[in-house]
């Protein structure tokens, strides 16, 4: 197995601790992690699955795997079978080891965005195969990966593919055996541009053959720390993955399932949550720019792609004396060395402190 690069979010800690030194406490924008509460109706359905003393099944329950089918459709116009849904412990840990668990190794070639999420990069590694940034803006990788990982909409700097783009890469990827997984966990953030699931007829054709889409609740349902994601497409390789899991005991905890299942059934709490996003995403924008920073991208998801023309981490510093602690944009690859990854997933008060200090 290849080294793995370091943990990114370990050499913040100067910055944190910079930060933190703000009379008003720091503003912690580097992470997306979620601050607001479950729904109170996830929470009920968590506790009650809690009587659960026997070893749930990898797949997970049908009322799962119904749910989920049903939100792709109702959501996203996506077709899929409740068989082909594998629910995971999260989707970073299916990220890192789908590689591994479709039996890449040494001498295949796992390909991803060059400016990207770190763990697609982890997931090549961890299976001992070659790491392949990609532009693909510039066209597809040459020769042909096992494996293409998208990311639309993006993280970091929450860039779009357009429907026929994706269907250029999809087709393109059939005619190789190449399969192309996108990790679609911004899908419900769309501002100025709306992403398409890849298994949406416009993209795949109607089948899903040869492509993978990689779903969590994270975002859409703040359930973070249930580590609740799920994935589905093509069904021969999702019964390949389900397989190796059962051996490698990856299996949701009954609890969990049920706490997703009513989740997935509900648009409301959603819908709200987009509304605080955009809420603190409006405030938090023109702060930025009144302060000097140019805001390139950033047209879906939960962050804002930001610039003053320098290097990364000495923005960083900069915003480190105002207490905001923002994410060095080279740790998501070469491209991102002059931009910071500020998140909107902090609380209302904390947005607003930061623009306060912004806009002093």
């Known amino acids: 197995m290849k080294a793995?690069?370091?943990?990114p979010w370990s050499a913040l800690t100067p910055l944190r601790d910079s930060a933190a030194q703000h009379p008003d406490g720091i503003v912690?924008?580097?992470?997306?992690t979620p601050v607001d509460a479950p729904p109170d109706f996830v929470q009920r359905a968590l506790c009650e699955a809690a009587n659960a003393p026997g070893h749930p099944a990898t797949e997970g329950t049908p009322a799962l795997r119904e749910a989920a089918a049903a939100y792709l459709r109702r959501r996203f116009g996506v077709?899929?079978?409740?068989?082909?849904i594998l629910p995971s412990v999260g989707t970073k840990e299916l990220i890192a080891w789908l590689p591994t668990v479709l039996g890449v190794g040494p001498g295949d070639l796992v390909a991803y965005p060059e400016l990207a999420?770190?763990?697609y990069e982890v997931s090549a590694r961890l299976a001992g195969a070659t790491p392949m940034p990609v532009n693909l803006d510039h066209g597809l990788p040459d020769p042909a990966p096992r494996v293409l990982w998208l990311n639309t909409p993006s993280n970091p700097d929450g860039r779009v593919l357009s429907a026929?783009?994706?269907?250029?890469i999809v087709s393109w990827g059939r005619d190789r055996g190449v399969l192309v997984v996108n990790d679609e966990c911004y899908l419900e953030y769309g501002w100025e541009q709306q992403p398409t699931s890849i298994l949406h007829p416009d993209v795949c054709g109607g089948s899903h053959t040869g492509v993978l889409a990689v779903h969590t609740l994270s975002k859409r349902s703040n359930l973070a720390g249930y580590r609740a994601g799920f994935v589905t497409g093509d069904s021969r390789i999702v019964r390949e993955m389900l397989e190796v899991r059962r051996h490698a005991g990856l299996i949701l905890p009954t609890p969990i399932a049920a706490a997703m299942a009513a989740a997935l059934a509900d648009d409301?709490?959603?819908e709200l949550q987009r509304e605080r996003y955009a809420r603190r995403r409006a405030w938090l924008r023109p702060?930025?720019?009144?302060r000097g920073l140019r805001v390139d991208h950033s047209?879906?998801?939960l962050y804002l792609w930001a610039t003053r023309d320098e290097p990364c981490w000495d923005t960083a510093a900069f915003l480190a004396g105002e207490g905001i602690l923002g994410a060095p944009g080279s740790i998501y690859g070469r491209p991102g060395e002059n931009h910071i990854r500020l998140a909107v997933t902090a609380t209302d008060e904390r947005i607003a402190s930061a623009v306060a200090r912004l806009t002093a």
Do not use: D, I, Q
Not at 4 to 7: D, R, S
Not at 28 to 32: E, F, K, T
Not at 164 to 168: A, D, G, Q, T
């Open 287 to 290: 702060a930025l720019e009144a």
């Open 4 to 7: 793995l690069p370091e943990f």
């Open 79 to 84: 077709a899929a079978e409740p068989e082909a």
């Open 28 to 32: 912690n924008l580097a992470l997306g």
């Open 164 to 168: 026929e783009r994706m269907r250029e």
């Open 299 to 301: 047209h879906s998801g």
């Open 268 to 270: 409301t709490h959603v």
């Open 117 to 119: 999420f770190p763990t």
